[in-house]
């Protein structure tokens, strides 16, 4: 099956650069090679109408027959061995403590602004960073209790942190429906590997979600806050409610009384304790934030304020999602925790320092250009790809405004074998696992790969062209 | 439950059965159409006419069709989708329903409708229309009897069933008086209430729309007029008769508030009860004195009046049931010992 692939010049997460297999995937090769292609086609059709059944959708937006897609899903797995995965862990574990210690601290007494280890404008000037709730307590002082780091491998192999994504990452569902089909579809390939299995994640995040209840005594009333079934995430939302077992809630079903948070039902008001939100602060309480947004609950952040009501992820996380903070979180993890950085940042540039820029002016064509605060590959400039027109434009919207915009060198990406129109070609990954804060850290083993099914392309949004593959950890 | 839910589930079912009912109306005379060859197109408009009539929906028809043809009719019913009624839309809105409510469904209960809907989408459908149209909608009526069957066989029975079981009946009772109410409509010649023929092929193509031809066989009458209309009206355990579907909606009403049957809290108990009263000792010649098709439009505007009341008090003003109304007693003389399930 594998005959004729390349692995170019790229790193390979499948095989070394001499066209050998690598060892830990030396028993994923033979059980391929078994199948044949004619079997792989017939069982990858298998998993693709699995997921059409299924529902397994993304809505597309600026679509006006409001049509849903197929995540596309590629039947390769991506392998981790068990040394490789609990590098991560222990680099995951070390930065989302660092990181809710932070959130704690820039909400609180500020102590790393005063110790001047972060300049305290870049706080201040954070379009996240929400001031007015300075001072307010949240639930066991967690703050991001679902962090969806984005991981990528350079051309040695080495993983980096590419970013945080501390305020309503997705995808988790994807994770647990990608090992789903392909177990249904392709049950052999699991036969005496020993995948560690991924299920755990709802349990886990259940778990998490009833320890930060406010309630003292009873089981706690948790709920999923949708934005409703025309978001993109829209499966997710559903899937993860049911597997919790919790109600799934939009805006209009939430009302406030007394600061306390009530769910209309059938049978008259049920107070609400933990509410596990899908929703952007932004749109969380027009009373508070956006007054046009008709997606939230009027007076929920008075609820929240008074303690009676507990939200996963706080208000506010979004601070450290924006990507000048990001350049922080190595210093971060020095100054809270004593420790050096288990996972390195990619090598970042600030527009808004002096001689940083001075070199991204220079470099615009070899960097990565990102705004601050926009995600799913929004609001990007990849030099090598792209105009000299674009690299203008974006010089001149980096000098307009320094503090938004940072710059990084091109990672190459690590490559998989991915079936593209008849053959293995490489394609270009990253790895979001998916880490739960609550008594403790949990990850679950692996994370979301997300794959570019464009030629060359670097990016793995699924909004950009992007699908995904199961993840293994091996025991 | 949520009050959200409590409204979707009962949509997303009453859609499912509306699509049902449809199938089985359209097929149905469709078939019967097939046993007179040599109609003129002047009386195939009598024959389709009276079907488009009983819909409630000839004013959306006539705006969107000049003529009242088997195509058109069929087309209008079947997959037009600027009419909400149609098959199509139905079995949109019911998987769109769903959807808002994927967590609350089994696995298999989506898969189904979802599989409905993508057959309904599909190029597949399209071809089977045309060439085969008997299997078309032989393929909506299984998927909708698949999705009844797990639906019964997957849901829990607590507020999400009663609420589907709302849903179901309440489009059941209304469907079975628009078919019953095509007799309104019978062309010239046909239209006795007691006449054996032709109205008997009139009469069968009612039956065999609300599928009870096997279970009006069986209790070995005539087709007349009067009979098939006494059976469908006021049969006691024939699954679609207006009055074993009132009282099943009258049943889930009562597991919803927690009272007791016979007595009311709301107004679409006290509505139901009354019209359950009706059925329950109505008579067949209080219908004929009354004229059918008044006795059948006042049904459907009770079952209208129900459905709202349903609304107002679970989904509109939850908040009100926070304060406990007083139930007004009533002492019963029909209650059941034993709470049918069907």
Known sequence: MFEGYIADKFYDEMFSPDGKVREHCEALDRKFQQLGNKEFLSRKATSELYFMRQGITFNVYHDNRGSERIFPFDPVPRVIPAGEWEHLEAGLTQRILALNLFLHDVYHDQNILTDEVIPRHYIENAKHFRKEFRGVDVPKDIYIHICGSDLIRGGDGTYYVLEDNGRCPSGASYLLENRNALKRAFPSLFDSVGVRPVDSYPRDLLNMLHHISPRREGEPVCVLLTPGCYNSAYFEHCYLARKMGIEI???????????????????????????????DDDFIDPVVFRKDSVLGVPGLMNAYKAGNVALANAVGTGVADDKVIYYFVPRMIEYYLGQKPILPNVPTYLASEEADFKYIMAHLPELVVKAANESGGYGMLMGPQASSDEIEKFRELIKADPRNYIAQPVVSLSQSPTW?????????????????????????????????????????????GGGSKDTWVLK | MLSRVANTLYWMVRYVERADNLARLIDVNEQVLLDFESLDSERLRGFWKPIILSTGDEERFHELYDDVGSYQVIHFLTNDTRNPNSIVSCIGFARENARTVRDQLSDDLWEELNGLYLFTKSEESTYLLESNPPRYYERVRRAAMTFLGISASTTARDGRWDFMSLGRHLERADKTTRFLDISTYFPKGAEGLERASPGVLHWSAILSSCGAMGAFRATRQEITGRTVMTFLLFSPDFPRSVRYCIDQVDAALHRISGTSRGTYSNESERECGMMLAKLNFGKPEDVLEEGLHFFLDEIQSKLNKIAGEIFETYVLMPERIVTKLPVVPFLSTNQPAQEQEQ
């Not at chain 1, 406030?256 to 039902?265: A, G, S």
């Not at chain 1, 979001?432 to 794959?451: A, F, H, Q």
């Open chain 1, 249 to 279: 809630v939009e805006g209009r079903d939430l009302v406030v009384i007394d600061r306390f948070v009530y769910m209309r039902t059938t049978k008259g008001l049920v107070r609400v304790d933990v509410i596990y939100r899908r929703i």
């Open chain 1, 420 to 464: 593209c129109d008849g053959a293995m070609e490489g394609r270009h990954l990253d790895l979001r696992p998916y880490i739960i804060y609550g008594e403790d850290v949990k990850i679950v083993p692996g994370g979301l790969t997300r794959v570019a099914l464009t030629k060359g392309s670097l990016i793995v949004n699924s909004s950009q």
